[in-house]
Structure formats: C-alpha cells, structure tokens
C-alpha cells in the first residue's frame, strides 16, 4: 500500500470516494440541508484544493483519503469494504508525519467518534449541530 499526498488532478477522485462514504455511513444521521452542506462542502473546487490531502493507494485504486486544514481535520474517510484493516491509522500517521504538529482538531461525525478515540482523540465538548445541520463532536489529540 502507497500512502501518500494527492495531487490537484486525483482531487475530483478523492472527493467522489469522501461523498460515497458519506452517503452510506453519515447522511442518515444527518438533517437534508446538512447532507447539502456537505456536499457543497467537497464540491467547492477552489477551496479543497488548499487542504493537505493524503491518499492510500492500492496499485491505481483510492481506499482512503485524510484531508486536513492546518492542524484541523476536514476529512477521513476509508472506503467500506477496506473498513478496520488500518488504513485510516496509516493515513493519519502520515499526516501527523507530514504536519509535524503535537496537537490535532476534528469535528467528528457522529458515526467517527469511535474511530477518532481509536487514534487517541478525545472529545472537548458534547455533540454539536451547526447552523448548516452538521452534527459533529469536537475533538482533540495531543501528543
């Protein structure tokens, strides 16, 4: 497996396999405008080209993307059927690598909670509901 820094040209591939993920693991949590959210989110060319995304790559096929802002986690998905084979703990190692920062943020999906607390996160504060229908609780990893 190749984890590595996606180029601007696999962008449209990496965001198709965050919204297909999302569609099946995060949306029926989720009120419609925060699906839309969501979706506006990942499809604003001109913004996700400025996050540091990373990529895991088996032979030509995407199984997972971390995309990060800063020290803030925007997104992590892994494709499902790739779920629980280490795979997000190799992207996330190599952005903690990349990054060099002893200090990370997310807003976890309700359905990632579990997984962030795998990676050694821990929630700053109850489950939120943003404005614009996200849920998510915030969390944080220090090192």
């Known amino acids: 497996m190749e984890i590595?820094?996606?180029?601007?040209?696999?962008?449209?591939?990496?965001?198709?396999l965050c919204w297909r993920v999302f569609q099946e693991f995060e949306a029926p949590d989720y009120p419609p405008k925060g699906v839309e959210a969501f979706y506006t989110y990942i499809s604003n060319t001109e913004q996700v080209k400025y996050l540091t995304?990373?990529?895991?790559?088996?032979?030509?096929?995407?199984?997972?993307?971390?995309?990060a802002e800063g020290d803030h986690i925007a997104l992590f998905f892994v494709?499902?059927?790739?779920?629980?084979q280490g795979i997000g703990r190799k992207l996330f190692q190599a952005?903690?690598?990349?990054?060099?920062?002893?200090?990370?943020?997310?807003?976890s999906s309700p359905y990632a909670v579990e997984v962030y607390r795998h990676l050694g996160f821990s929630p700053t504060a109850?489950?939120?509901?943003?404005?614009?229908?996200?849920r998510y609780t915030p969390m944080i990893w220090e090192q």
Do not use: C, K, N
């Not at 109850?126 to 996200?134: F, K, N, V």
């Open 4 to 16: 590595r820094r996606i180029r601007e040209p696999e962008l449209p591939a990496a965001m198709d």
């Open 53 to 67: 995304v990373f990529g895991a790559w088996e032979r030509h096929q995407l199984l997972g993307v971390l995309a």
């Open 79 to 84: 494709e499902p059927s790739f779920h629980r």
């Open 95 to 107: 952005y903690l690598s990349a990054d060099g920062g002893d200090r990370v943020t997310v807003h």
């Open 126 to 134: 109850e489950e939120q509901l943003s404005p614009d229908g996200i």
